[in-house]
């Protein structure tokens, strides 16, 4: 399995709701990330998790809360957010050294109404 | 802070015309990738490059390293229409914890 798999594909949310994004990886990666990604705009670096602990948070509102239950799982759980928190969400994975690159998953639509 | 910028942010050429990508970075690394990203899509992984002088080549691109000039480039040779897309570079400044800084971008249309 050479993939990050990413759910919802799609998800619109109001702004008193709470949902919460997933990410999975069976490639054995040691670190996993989250991007946020606005329309015609760079990939923008929210948080990093290096061996399940969270190593790089980019100054994230607390309305975005990262969750990394096991090596193969991670979460970012929405609530309270913004209609400007609407964007691409994606979740990459990396083995240790990064030789061999980074693996993108296929991304969260977002849409906070 | 690291900054990463792409030069031009848009282009737009002919297919079976030739032309470059520049990525310039502000710090010192010796860690760069290529993506390309359709609309809508997520990225793709073109190239991963890992020290200074590394030239690799797939179909009609290819991107070179340039660590003590901190650039990058993606060569595109003999355009086609399939070729359209964002395509971004990312750098990883080392350090505890790899992460990737993207750059600004660079929308490639090739008009047919």
């Known amino acids: 399995d050479t993939e990050v798999t990413q759910t919802p594909k799609h998800l619109v949310m109001g702004m008193t709701n709470k949902k919460s994004l997933k990410c999975e990886q069976h490639m054995g990666h040691r670190a996993m990330y989250w991007y946020k990604q606005k329309a015609k705009k760079p990939p923008e670096l929210m948080f990093v998790y290096s061996y399940e602990k969270l190593s790089i948070n980019e ?55 | ?29 010796d860690r760069l990738y290529w993506y390309r990203q359709d609309p809508g899509k997520s990225l793709e992984s ?42 971004f570079c990312a750098v990883d400044p080392g350090g505890a914890t790899n992460k990737l800084i993207f750059g600004t971008g660079t929308l490639l249309a090739v008009q047919p």
């Open chain 2, 46 to 87: 073109l190239f991963v490059l890992l020290s200074n002088g590394a030239v690799k080549q797939e179909g009609r691109l290819m991107a070179s390293l340039d660590t003590k000039a901190r650039l990058s480039t993606l060569h595109i040779t003999a355009a086609v229409h399939d070729l359209s897309a964002t395509y």
């Open chain 1, 59 to 113: 100054s994230v509102p607390s309305r975005f809360s990262p969750e990394c239950p096991n090596s193969s799982l991670l979460n970012l759980h929405l609530h309270a957010l913004q209609p400007e928190d609407s964007a691409l969400y994606l979740c990459a994975s990396s083995q240790d050294g990064t030789n061999y690159g980074y693996t993108f998953g296929s991304g969260t639509r977002l849409t906070v109404v």
């Open chain 2, 1 to 29: 802070e690291l900054k990463v910028e792409q030069n031009p942010l848009f282009l737009s050429m002919q297919e079976g015309k030739n032309y470059t990508i520049y990525c310039n970075y502000s710090t010192t690394s």
